[in-house]
């Protein structure tokens, strides 16, 4: 009944989001010729646009020959426009707001902070809407219908600071048939509190940060507990190894979908029920992998991931580096979809930090914190002992102001760091001029000293 509720609510009110859902779903059944053609047409049209609108392409495109040179060749005209780093974005952010903002209904967002660079914003209603759909999409891949009963292991640290969260969230939740559990606080009373509900509610679909859904499924298994099996188990940010997938899939007795996506350019890729690699969504996302020198990988070669976000015309992110590594699979899936299929994302990589009783703080919390702080541009937390926690910080202002600054929120983020650690943590803050990523060449945003092999 109340997914009935909801349905009929969604339907009057996400009006849009329903029929780019047709859409997508009609775009499942395109051949690979026609699926080409969706992807040019879409190029072209957020090209037109960041020409027409976008002063920061206008001057790019006007470089590369004008915009008559789009109407060619549209993805050999694509490699020759420069990559979009964060840094890029934060020079130049005024000139990368389209002049027609005040026609949409535009947001700040923030980047995700998992490649340790915070970045600001500005998206619009369509992109959300789009990126509603898009997850509507994978959800029925795994079997879940909008309306279905559904547990959700994520973060929120609103229902940390504020004890929970607004009346608006907590009745949208109920109406969705969604139960959220909290990633941020997985201590064993937590845990066990956590698989009763499963029991209880028996959802279609359990929704996790991968190295959550692996902590819990370890948790169950240590103490000998039962899981009730949902349909599937899909999980999302942070990279998910083989053996976290096996341990997951065993406890839950349910089959992993592995979706891949991130804040600045919503959901890109997600398997299919043929676990055979990732689906990337051709109408909301072009994706490229590139060698160290620029040009495009072949199938079964690692290269840097790019991303050009299709529906974004507030702040176009055209070839964006994202800050993953990934790989084309070499076969077609034998779906049958001929969406481009990625092999696997070796992506970001964070430690899970752990207090003295044991209460496991995912990785991500950290990142949370310092959304919206302008002032870091790239950071990393460091977890040196149970009661100390450093955080480095390469300051996108000059030493001695970023210096006033940390005097203002050190205590703020101390607090914070203490709702989750305990009240006898204490943060140091360490301005530096870089950080360096780890001998494996992979950045971590949190590393811990002491929840090694824990
Ligand atoms: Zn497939």
Sequence with gaps: MKGLLYQAYAMARHHSQLTFLNFLRKAESLTEEQIKKLQEERLRAILRHAYENVPYYKKQIELLGGPQTIEKDVKSFLLELPLLTKSAIRESWE????????????????????????????????????????????????????????????????????????????????????????????????????????????????????????????????????????????????????????????VFGAPVFNRYGSREVGDIACECEAHEGLHVCPVTQYVEILREDGTPVGPGEVGEVVVTSLTNYAMPLIRYRIGDMALWAAEKCSCGRVWPLLKTIIGRVADTFITKDGTRVHGEYFTHLVYFRDWIQKFQFVQEDYDFISLLVVPSCRFEEAREIVKHEHQDLEKKVQIVMGGSCRLEIKLVEDIPPSPSGKYRYTVSKVAKGG
């Design 95 to 250: 000139e990368l707001k389209s002049q027609d903002l005040k026609n949409r209904k535009w947001f700040y967002n923030t980047s995700g902070g998992s490649t340790g660079e915070p970045v600001r914003l500005i998206q619009d209603s369509v992109f959300r809407e789009y990126g509603q759909a898009v997850k509507a999409l994978f959800d029925l891949w795994t079997g879940y219908r909008i309306g279905m009963p559904k547990v959700i292991l994520w973060g929120s640290e609103r229902d940390l600071f504020l004890g929970k969260e607004r009346f608006k969230v907590r009745f949208g939740r109920w109406l969705r048939n969604e139960y959220w559990l909290n990633a941020f606080r997985m201590g064993p009373s937590e845990m066990r509190e956590y698989v009763r509900l499963i029991n209880d509610v028996r959802p279609v679909q359990i929704l996790a940060y991968a190295e959550a859904a692996y902590e819990l499924a370890r948790f169950v298994e240590r103490e000998g507990l039962k899981v009730s099996p949902p349909r599937a188990v899909m999980t999302s940010a942070g990279t998910l190894y083989d053996y976290m997938r096996e341990t997951i899939q065993q």
